[in-house]
């Protein structure tokens, strides 16, 4: 299996976009694909995807029960679909997490037990074969240092980051970089970095700059394209789906936009030792409806 933790330091690059267009890439190509979004702001993928109407339901059973051991179902009944895509979406109590984490903690060190707070995730992957019945696992972390990042890394051991080609950006790659190798460290495991993606490209010389001197592989750099992402906002839906069905003509920029989504899931794949059994051509779309924008 391919996991990976989309992750950036710097809030607002886009992450979350990035996430849901990447995944359906991986899901054109006829790949079984898994999210797991565990930021508790709203505003996340489990919104953008329209899958979050038990969000604040406190009856429901959620994944964060499933982290502290108390289920309230099959793990597989948390699981919802959108786009090929399966996603376990947010719920509020991703908000007291860490809480929770912390008095399971507590407890079995009263009975003399480890518990490592970080490996709950990976636990829980584990019991329901998750390995086993996915090719690919993603997740998409708050843009906090947080028990939600650290249990993402912990279960995926790879990251993809997002970044804006800027001085700020720049920072925030040379942070996450330190970020990784402190916490392979400290939990003796090994973190990769699968690629670096530069979002809101402007084509200015500062910014290319910038890229050249990224320390990872940049698969492909994402223009400004604002236009189209509030728009997969405002419809609940991937990029695919908006040009596909949201779109009355279409614009090239935005179809190349989409070959990129597709590359950048062909370099994670090989990267992952994946072969995708049926990938699409960069940016192939059947022909949209015609409606009005």
């Known amino acids: 299996m ?12 886009g992450k979350t976009s990035l996430t849901a267009n990447i995944a359906c890439a991986h899901a054109r190509a006829g790949l079984d694909v898994l999210v797991l979004p565990l930021d508790p702001q709203d505003g996340n993928l489990s919104r953008l995807f329209d899958v979050d109407d038990d969000r604040s339901d406190s009856a429901a ?5 499933h ?4 289920p309230g179902g099959n793990f597989d009944d948390l699981i919802r679909t959108a786009e090929g895509i399966d996603i376990i979406p947010e ?22 037990d480890a518990y490592n707070i970080y490996a709950q995730l990976r636990r ?17 972390p708050p843009a906090t240092e947080s028990d939600h990042l650290y249990n993402a ?14 001085a700020k950006g720049e920072a925030s790659v040379e942070g996450l970089e330190e970020l990784a190798t402190n916490f392979a460290d400290e939990l003796n495991i090994e973190v990769g970095v699968l690629g670096a993606v530069p979002i809101e490209f402007k084509g200015t010389r500062d910014q290319n700059e910038i890229i050249e001197d990224v320390p990872f592989e940049v698969p492909e750099v994402i223009g400004d394209r604002t236009s189209m ?14 040009v596909r069905t949201h779109r009355s003509r279409r614009r090239d920029y935005e179809v190349e936009t989409l070959a990129k989504f597709d590359r ?30």
């Open 124 to 140: 829980v992957l584990v019991e329901n074969d998750v390995p086993d019945r996915y090719d690919v696992l993603i997740c998409d």
């Open 153 to 166: 890394i912990y279960a995926t051991r790879n990251l993809l980051i997002p970044f804006e080609p800027s």
């Open 264 to 293: 950048i899931a062909r370099s994670l794949e090989t990267q992952g030792g994946i072969v995708a059994p049926s990938p699409p051509e960069p940016g192939a779309l059947d022909d949209p409806e015609e409606v009005t924008v």
């Open 61 to 65: 059973d959620s994944l964060v029960r």
């Open 91 to 112: 719920h509020n109590t991703l908000s007291d997490l860490s809480d929770h984490l912390a008095r399971e903690k507590s407890r079995a060190e009263d009975f003399g």
């Open 229 to 242: 992402m509030e728009g997969c906002w405002r419809h609940q839906c991937s990029a695919f789906e908006f």
């Open 2 to 13: 391919l996991s990976y933790t989309v992750y950036s330091e710097a809030g607002g690059v």
């Open 67 to 70: 982290l502290v051991d108390n």
